[in-house]
């Protein structure tokens, strides 16, 4: 009874899509009901957003057909798109920073009429009204936050009329709070009879938010169900196709002693402002420091002036005690070729794994000789000793490459991130620091990622690792510091804390802030 | 009304779409590249066709081309003045886009290869000219061949340092960098010259010593040994390995623990040093002169400081391939100057109408590397009707 009810949205029919020799959809057969929150689940490289980008004009479906409404189209671009009542809102916000937000919104709409930003102010108003937003029509997009970009980039699809909304990994981006006023503003719009769908591969949000759930697996479709007979462990199933013990390995510290004191260190970019504001923490061996903070809260600054990447201001300090000396070791003022040479072993996972990391056009081998190439006398690079550990690394964390010699930007994220990790570990560090080690990467290889850090920490390493995902934070640190707009806002224990404990930490600041200016 | 057209809009496929290919595969990049050839020879031929009104055969115009780069076969005479001219230019044009690659690898638009070589040639020629006879000859040719590898890497390394440590632009540093050499020259032209309609050649004690009848065979060999060196400077040290890093990326170097502005102040003065070598070389045992920087001929780089960058690119910068860019592109200028001799309506302008196409096809080509064009059933369909067994069909 309640089925017949139901009208389609959208179909897709027997959708194929390759790249080259990647096959990203094959024969996915999709369906949305108007007035639903669908979740598009599935891990990274399963096809979600390529999915969706075909329904958005990107893509151009190879095979299949697609039906809006009983009706069969050719989406062709993303103006056809619109036309059809599809609108996208991806993850990377495609908004003019220098502009108002009714401008943004009144950018290529091609109304009749004469053009009338107060016009299209006040029907931003009455969206914002009916649906809950929050949202200043005069606030420039530069001064605003990550959740209100994106909530101007939904107001600017609702505003062109589209009653199917694709939301690419919406909560990437955003605090627990955000996310939980995100999902209101969903359900508000689902009652009012809109189609929604919500790439994503975080399973909590799938169960909290979604009316049903399609899962897609290596570019097939896995399967969907109604959220209300589902768990966490039957989605992980269809996502990953085999049992998956979900749980992250944490022992306990043993002996920590400190081995990396950082003091008063202040950072400023160009422009003379304070990216690290005084910023004063000790990491201890075999421990994980786990660090939290919205993006671009000086995770990056603060990895990268450890490694001597940053010029820190007068006053900062980073000491080093190296295993069994008290004879400590100041990292300030010196280069990253310096500091190793002061045998200091500092391994760093960057952020960037191609712009930082690694060299996408290199293969295995040359990417190890970044660290080795200069050893010998004379001018050869050499080769040999990389060659070596590149194939050790091939080998023991099963990097996936048509050789040692493939340019690695060929390579999936998973791999890349196992030659970079497998790198940085093999040089035997006593510091250890990660960002965003798992970002991107499937189920198993996180959980491989993790035991292998676990690993370096039961050595006596000490480890930092940065990481936007707040339940791993909680399950896998053993202290968690909190980092908001450049500063400690509270280092707590991984624990005992709770998830609203910490989201509340990396934004009060900000509310502050507010209050006091 | 308006909505049945809509649907019918609806059920269109769009006409062609460009779809991404894997890693192109050894047999396929062969195929690519013979294909850009033989597009550029048809689209040439085509041409030749117009032009010359159909009165001109494209075996009479391709043999024109021949003659005028390796001589007229049979003829003795003929052959050797050609192929020594061919094979000196060649050369030269293959020093320059050596010189050029190191900086290119790393990411740094050197296009002031021209200023590089007018002034490594300048400083050479204030030697042959001012300290002639002041010196032993192989003292001479020491401080001549110093000089100018100097003066190379100086104008180099000037760019630079500004680049390395104030982030100017490169491109137009380089290529404003070009001007002021050519004026320096320009101005020790004109006082040497006085009031002479033209510059005589210097003291012949200076020139560098014959072989094989010409003086200028020493640089046809030193220019072709360095284009082998530096293929090996490339690839197996530990210089040619950082460049190849900062070219990928600045900030993984940076990571790497390399002194990013050493490397590049270091490479830029290795790519001046041999920019003005050539010139020196050039001035030394070719020119044994020096021209005004606007005239077409004896110039110290024929305009060869711009040539090089294609050529560069070109040949992917493998500097053991621009070998035979190098005589592509001697082949294409040469040819077609031979033709528009031969036949007037190519007289103006047709060379490089011809050369454009030839470089058009084979960059243009390379698009299809990586690319292929998905055209809509309703193409395909008359495809498949032409060719009945359909073989290109392969989903």
Redesign the interface.
């Known amino acids: 009874m309640e089925q017949k009810q139901k009208q389609i949205a959208v179909e897709m029919r027997n959708i194929t899509k390759t ?4 096959v990203a959809n094959k024969d996915v057969d999709f369906i949305t009901y108007k007035g639903e929150i669908l979740s598009l689940l599935g891990e990274n490289g399963s096809g979600k957003t390529t999915l969706m980008n075909m329904l958005s004009g990107i893509y ?1 479906p190879d095979k299949g057909e697609i039906l809006i409404k009983g ?4 989406i ?1 671009s993303p103006k ?1 798109a619109f036309e059809n009542g599809i609108g996208m809102i991806h993850q990377h916000f495609k908004l003019v920073d220098i502009f108002t937000a009714v401008e943004n919104v009144a950018l290529a709409m091609n109304e009749k009429g004469k053009y009338s930003l107060k016009a299209v102010a006040a029907r931003i108003k009455d969206i914002c009204d009916k649906y809950g937003f929050d949202l200043d029509p005069e606030q420039k997009v530069y001064n605003m936050s990550v959740s209100q970009k994106q909530t101007l980039e939904i107001i600017k699809v609702l505003y062109r009329g589209a009653d199917i909304l694709i939301l690419d990994e919406p909560t990437a981006v955003l605090t627990p709070q955000e996310a939980e006023r995100l999902f209101k503003v969903i359900r508000n719009m689902r009652d009012d009879g809109k189609s929604i769908i919500i790439i994503t591969h975080k399973l909590n949000e799938v169960l909290s938010v979604s009316d049903r759930v399609t899962i897609l697996r290596k570019g097939e479709l896995a399967g969907t169900v109604e959220t209300k007979d589902a768990t966490e462990m039957s989605l992980t199933e269809m996502m990953v196709g085999q049992k998956v013990d979900l749980d992250i390995e944490r022992s306990e510290p043993v002996d920590p002693k400190p081995r990396l004191i950082v003091k008063n260190l202040t950072c400023k970019n160009a422009d003379g402002i304070s990216v690290l504001d005084n910023i004063s923490f000790t990491a201890n061996s075999g421990e994980v420091l786990g660090i939290a903070g919205i993006s671009g809260c000086g995770q990056k600054e603060l990895l990268e002036a450890i ?1 001597g ?1 940053q010029t820190a201001a007068p006053g900062s300090s980073i000491t080093y005690y190296p295993e069994g000396s008290t004879k400590a070791k100041e990292l300030i003022g010196k ?3 310096k500091i ?1 040479e002061l045998g200091v072993a500092l391994s ?1 996972v ?1 952020e ?1 794994r ?9 293969g295995m081998t ?1 990417n190890m ?3 080795y ?2 050893r010998g006398k004379g ?3 050499d080769k040999k000793y990389s060659r070596k550990l590149a194939n050790e690394i091939k080998e023991e964390l099963e990097v996936v490459t048509p050789g040692i010699d493939t340019p690695i930007r ?1 390579l999936s994220g998973g791999n890349v991130q196992k030659v970079l990790i497998g790198r940085e570990i093999a040089a035997t560090p006593s510091v250890l620091m990660t960002a965003y080690a798992v970002r991107g990467l499937d189920i198993n290889t996180s959980l491989t990622i993790y035991h292998l850090l676990d690993e370096q920490k039961k050595k006596g390493v000490a480890v930092i690792f940065v990481g936007e995902d707040l339940d791993v934070l909680l399950a896998f640190a053993d202290k968690i510091m909190v980092l908001c707009a450049g500063k400690v806002n509270g280092i707590v224990d991984a624990r005992t804390a709770t998830k609203a404990e910490i989201g509340l930490l990396m934004t009060n600041m900000r509310e502050e802030e507010t209050l006091n200016g | 009304m308006a909505k049945a057209k809509k ?1 019918e809009d ?5 006409f062609v ?1 460009i ?5 192109p595969s050894r047999k396929r990049s062969v195929a690519v590249r013979a294909g850009s050839l033989l597009a550029a020879l048809l689209i040439c031929s085509a041409y030749i066709l117009i032009v010359g009104k159909g009165e001109i055969s494209i075996g009479e115009a391709l043999s024109q081309m021949w003659n005028g780069t390796f001589g007229i076969p049979g003829n003795e005479r003929s052959m050797r003045i050609m192929m020594w001219d061919t094979a000196i230019y060649a050369a030269k044009l293959l020093c320059i886009s050596v010189a050029l690659t190191p900086a290119f690898k790393m990411k740094f638009w050197n296009i002031g290869a021209e200023g590089q070589v007018v002034i490594g040639g300048l400083a050479t020629a204030i030697i042959m000219h001012d300290y002639a006879g002041s010196m032993s000859k192989p003292m001479m040719l020491v401080v001549m061949i110093t000089v100018c590898i100097i003066a190379g890497a100086v104008w180099g390394i000037i760019p630079a340092v500004f680049k390395a440590y104030f982030g100017t632009n490169e491109t137009l540093f380089t290529l404003m960098m070009n001007y002021v050499a050519m004026k320096i020259m320009d101005y020790f032209y004109n006082m040497w010259k006085g009031k002479l309609s033209a510059l005589p050649t210097f003291d012949k004690e200076t020139w560098f010593p014959s072989l094989l009848d010409h003086s200028y065979t020493w640089n046809i060999i030193i220019f072709v040994a360095l284009a082998f060196i530096m293929y090996f400077y490339l690839k ?7 460049i ?2 900062i070219g ?2 600045a ?2 170097a ?6 990013v502005k050493k490397v590049i102040i270091r490479t830029m003065a290795i790519s001046g040093a041999i920019c003005g070598l050539c010139g020196g070389l050039t001035v030394a045992a070719q020119n044994h002169s020096i021209a005004y920087s606007a005239e077409a001929v004896h110039t110290v780089t024929n305009g060869y400081g711009f040539t090089a960058i294609i050529v560069a690119w070109l040949a992917n910068f493998n500097t053991i391939g621009m070998i035979f860019i190098s005589l592509l592109i001697l082949f294409l200028e040469k040819g077609t100057g031979q033709l528009g001799n031969s036949f007037p309506e190519f007289s103006v302008g047709a060379g490089n109408v011809m050369i454009g196409i030839v470089l058009f096809c084979i960059i243009g080509g390379a698009f299809f590397l990586n690319y292929r064009l998905v055209f809509c059933d309703a193409v395909k369909n008359i495809f498949r009707k032409k060719s009945a067994k359909g073989g290109a069909q392969n989903a």
């Not at chain 1, 191609?354 to 290199?362: E, I, K």
Request: hydrophobic share 30%; no cysteine.
């Open positions: 790249f080259g020799s990647v151009f009706e069969q189209v050719s062709r056809d490694a990447l280069s990253p070729r190793r760093f960057p960037d191609l712009g930082m990391g690694l060299v996408g056009s290199m040359e000789m970044l660290r190439y200069k001018i050869f690079a060929n | 649907h609806a059920n269109r496929e769009p779409r779809v991404k290919k894997g890693t197996k040290t530990k210089h040619g390995y950082e190849s890093v990928d990326s900030n993984t940076r990571y790497a623990g390399i002194n």
